[in-house]
């Protein structure tokens, strides 16, 4: 896997994607579920930003509203989502109708995601070749046959052995692992200027992941594509990420590059969030949960971003940060 | 212990569950008007082990070696092609599952519950949240519905969720939320044997140490037998007591926790080990580890007899 290049926040900014202050809600029975709650980020040109967080803290809820596949009861009640694709004017997809075809142009090309859930995105009832070949022909202007010859070719790339064979076949057949491949095929076979990967490797073997996240770095090289890649596997992210935002309970609590994030992290649920992988701790014990690792402090109150010594944004006073700046006095 | 000799008791003590030379074959069709099966896919090719009461056996393995399929068909969610699966029931003594009619197997689902992996297909999307986890305890004509209720709360609630979710449905809740919906609804009959399929893929590293700190109590607690199919090697590593590695349908390597962590033998698990990402950013991962995935000759020339490590 080449190498994660660790470059300080760029001088000339060239993102493909900005979110500023991002808010949806669901209004529900309950009332107002505050699912994302003035989220914002940007995605550098060829780069790759991860976000990890708590279960339920919005990151795919942030996906969903960047392609506005976001519904009822739901509603994106406020901010900026705009993508900025290579020498054309910038699109606030926030802003679009429901039926606006630049909306379509988005979703059918410039942005593609990896959902999730493998079934979300598939249909039960269509073969996975048909399915990937119709993803095809509907971006690129190919031949049938030639559509068929890509699906073939990515299917291969993801490690799904006998793809002819297996291109006739229908998603109930495939093992988990295979769906969420063919997922992936899909989102890759319409060469997006920004791909937007939802857990895309949860159902995988390490080896397999290995793989796909080699793919991944191969098509940011080859297509300077740029990727948000949302995980809760901080060995992916180290691998795959520049940059890292961590999200809890709706809101961004700290934002840096990967270096910072994971090897200095500020903010207490990020410090919990590493404290808590298990392998970390000794078989058969019992592993720290963030409630452990917290002690008692309360993160709820929300707080805002703050920007620390070394650039990055943390949600945290200006005394908690700068404490954590002073060296120790020996 | 793993029974190379599968003419071994059935009636071994100590065992929850014994598997012997277990297959499930899929058929494959030819494409035309007329499909005609041309073969099958021996997703489970003969694969013979026993569970401990009270322990955590965990089955990694690649990505479409058989994982699902093993589990499914030895919770009777499949029929097997072949083999028996002897599971010791309460209710029932020694009995092999293997080829039980769904009527025969109805009481039998009471000691044993499974955690299905997409939890996006597995859950009814027509259910409240509160049904769906009090269902088997409907179907076993279990409590009162005041008693259910509070069931139903207390268990969302120890998965880390909320006692007022119960009246929203499936689709309103995020991957990592299904997936404790499904982990609540398998805990709440105390079942003696637990099946979970990549149970806790979804959950954050801190939501996902509260499942699994959940697991190991209930464990304690009521000596509850796991059989946990996952990919993360450090949730396997941390909380199984024997691990099966699967490959292409079959276990190529089983044993202690410990010894396959330490001393990986089978080159197929020798690759997996050196293949997880470490939480550094400045620790690459060794891509000559891996070969090409997809390369059914990547292992050419290596010795794959399974592995079987003394206890
Ligand atoms: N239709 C809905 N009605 C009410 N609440 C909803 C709805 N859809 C999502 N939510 C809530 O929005 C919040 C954010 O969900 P989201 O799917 O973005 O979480 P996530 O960060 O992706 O979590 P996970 O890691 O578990 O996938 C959750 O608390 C969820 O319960
Ligand atoms: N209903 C089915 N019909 C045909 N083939 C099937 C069916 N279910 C599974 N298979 C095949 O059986 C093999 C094993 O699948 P299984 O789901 O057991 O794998 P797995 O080890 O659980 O993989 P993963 O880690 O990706 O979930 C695969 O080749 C799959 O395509
Ligand atoms: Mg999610
Ligand atoms: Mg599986």
């Known amino acids: 896997m080449p190498e994660n290049t660790d470059k300080a926040v760029a001088p000339v900014v060239d993102n493909v994607l900005e979110v500023d202050d991002l808010c949806v809600s669901f209004f529900t029975e309950e009332g107002e579920v505050k699912a994302v709650n003035g989220v914002s980020f940007e995605v550098g040109r060829g780069r790759c930003m991860a976000i990890v967080g708590e279960s339920g803290s919005g990151k795919s809820v942030t996906a969903y509203s960047i392609m506005r596949l976001i519904q009822s009861p739901g509603k994106i009640v406020g901010g900026k989502i705009r993508v900025f694709p290579h020498g054309q004017p910038v699109i606030d997809v926030a802003q679009l109708r429901d039926k606006d075809p630049l909306l379509y142009h988005v979703r059918g090309g410039l942005v593609s995601m990896i959902f999730q859930e493998p079934m979300t995105a598939l249909s039960p009832v269509h073969t996975v070749g048909n399915q990937i070949c119709e993803a095809i022909l509907l971006h690129r202007e190919v031949t049938p046959a030639e559509a068929k010859n890509q699906a073939v070719q990515m299917l291969t790339r993801v490690g799904i052995p006998n793809p002819e064979a297996r291109m006739r076949q229908y998603p109930y057949e495939f093992s988990g692992g295979m769906r969420q491949r063919v997922v992936i095929a899909m989102a890759l076979v319409c060469k997006p200027v920004l791909l937007i990967a939802d857990e895309p490797t949860t159902a995988l073997d390490v080896t397999i992941q290995a793989q796909i996240l080699t793919l991944i770095r191969e098509l940011q090289q080859e297509l300077g594509t740029s990727v948000l890649f949302i995980t809760h596997d901080i060995g992916v992210v180290a691998q795959i990420a520049d940059d890292v935002a961590v999200m809890y309970r709706g809101r961004i609590v700290e934002r840096g590059t990967v270096r910072q994030v994971i090897k200095k992290p500020l903010h207490p649920y990020t410090k919990g969030l590493l404290g808590a992988i298990p392998g970390l701790a000794a078989p058969g014990t019992r592993l720290p949960t963030i409630e452990s690792v917290l002690a008692g402090r309360d993160i709820s109150r929300p707080m805002p971003l703050l920007t620390a010594p070394d650039g990055r944004l943390v949600a945290l006073s200006d005394t908690e940060i700068q404490e954590q700046f002073t060296p120790a006095i020996p | ?311």
């Open chain 2, 1 to 311: 212990m793993i029974s190379a000799n599968s003419n071994s008791s059935p009636t071994a003590s100590g065992n929850l569950l014994d598997v012997h030379d277990l297959c499930k074959y899929f058929p494959i069709f030819s494409k035309g008007l007329v499909p005609k099966r041309i073969g099958e896919i021996r997703a489970v090719d003969n694969i013979s082990f026993s569970v401990r009461k009270g322990e955590t056996l965990g089955i990694v393995g690649e990505s479409g070696s058989g994982k699902t399929t093993a589990a499914r068909s030895i919770l009777r969610a499949l029929t097997p092609t072949s083999g028996q699966v002897w599971f010791d029931s309460d209710l029932f003594g020694r009995i092999d599952l293997s080829q039980l009619s769904e009527k025969a197997l109805k009481p039998l689902r009471r000691e044993m519950q499974m955690v299905f992996q997409d939890p996006f297909s597995s859950l009814n999307p027509r259910m409240t949240v509160g049904d769906i986890v009090g269902e088997p305890l409907v179907i076993h004509g279990m409590g009162s519905r005041a008693e259910r209720r509070d069931l139903v709360a207390s268990m969302l609630e120890k998965v880390g969720m909320k006692a007022i979710h119960m009246q929203r449905y499936p689709h309103a809740f995020s991957g990592g939320q299904r997936q404790r919906i499904g982990i609540a609804r398998a805990l709440i009959m105390r079942p003696k044997l637990i099946v979970a399929d990549e149970a806790v893929s979804a959950l954050d590293v801190s939501v996902q140490a509260q499942v699994i700190n959940l697991l190991q109590d209930l464990q304690d607690e009521f000596g509850v037998t796991y059989l946990f199919v996952a990919h993360d090697l450090s949730v396997v590593r941390h909380i199984c007591d024997r691990v099966a590695v699967m490959y292409l349908g079959k276990v190529v390597e089983f044993g202690p926790t410990e010894a396959i962590f330490s001393n990986p033998r089978h080159p197929y698990t020798k690759a997996l080990l050196s293949a997880i990402p470490q939480p550094d950013p400045d620790v690459p991962l060794r891509p000559e580890a891996m070969g090409e995935i997809g390369d059914l000759n990547r292992f050419a020339g290596m010795d794959m007899t399974p592995v079987f490590h003394p206890e």
